[in-house]
């Protein structure tokens, strides 16, 4: 009796059901993205390429040779000043292999190498490296003060040619420089090294000239001042 007269209450309509314990809400059913789905496979998959790729160019490394201890320009490389680095083998730098440190020998450095520096080609010269009592002093130039046909293995006199200068040698003598006096005659140029291989200022030449220790305080003073003209003598050693 009493349902009956809920539902007539209810203006005829059935009560709704009420859940009983245990039974689970009903929820829409969800929408698959098939399209979502195979770009995260996609991007699985791409990760995992450029993994194996970066892998595989770790791999392809070569052994090359690194400065040690620090040799001066002129100097010969022994195997006390070189040890043993990892490069990559598909590196734009020239760089001296490991298993060609044999023919080191043969070689001198053309500019001061330090200690954790990569040997390259453009940091030795094949020739014989410097004599006892010998020291290479670099004169910067622009390209348009040097004399003409002035090449490696040529022959220069080196002249001062600033105003007035003090000097003094190895004994303590001092005396005095001026414009037109000789510094140094037929001295060897060891190498040349240009602005454009990245050692010395854009648009300047810098001269290695090999001259004895005794000559190389007044050159090393003038050419600090950039108050030194070099002729040349002769075009070959």
């Given amino acids: 009796m009493k349902t009956r007269e809920r539902t007539a209450a209810a203006g005829g309509r059935p009560a709704a059901p009420v859940p009983q314990p245990g039974d689970r809400l009903p929820f829409a059913p969800r929408e698959r993205k098939p399209a979502l789905a195979a770009l995260a496979v996609l991007l699985i998959l791409a990760g995992a390429l450029g993994t194996a790729v970066l892998v595989l160019r770790a791999g392809n490394q070569v052994a090359a040779v690194q400065i040690a ?19 990559p083998e598909d590196s734009d730098i020239p760089y001296i292999r490991w298993n060609q440190r044999g023919g080191l020998d043969d070689f001198y450095a053309t500019t001061d190498l330090v200690p954790g520096s990569v040997l390259v080609s453009e940091m030795i010269q094949e020739g014989k490296g410097l004599e006892e009592g010998q020291t290479v002093v670099g004169v910067t130039m622009e390209p348009g003060a040097m004399p003409g046909g002035l090449g490696d293995g040529a022959r220069v006199d080196v002249y001062f040619v600033g105003d007035t200068a003090s000097t003094s040698d190895d004994t303590g003598a001092s005396g005095t420089l001026a414009t037109g006096d000789v510094l140094a005659e037929g001295v060897k140029v060891q190498s040349i090294t240009r602005g454009d291989d990245g050692t010395v200022t854009s648009g300047t030449v810098t001269v290695n000239l090999l001259v004895d220790k005794t000559q190389a305080g007044p050159l090393v003073a003038a050419a600090s001042e950039k108050e030194v003209g070099l002729t040349l003598v002769s075009s070959t050693s």
Wanted: aromatic share 0%; no cysteine; proline share 5%.
């Fill in 69 to 87: 201890d620090r040799v001066p320009a002129g100097q010969g490389i022994t195997d006390e000043d070189i040890e043993q680095v990892m490069m």
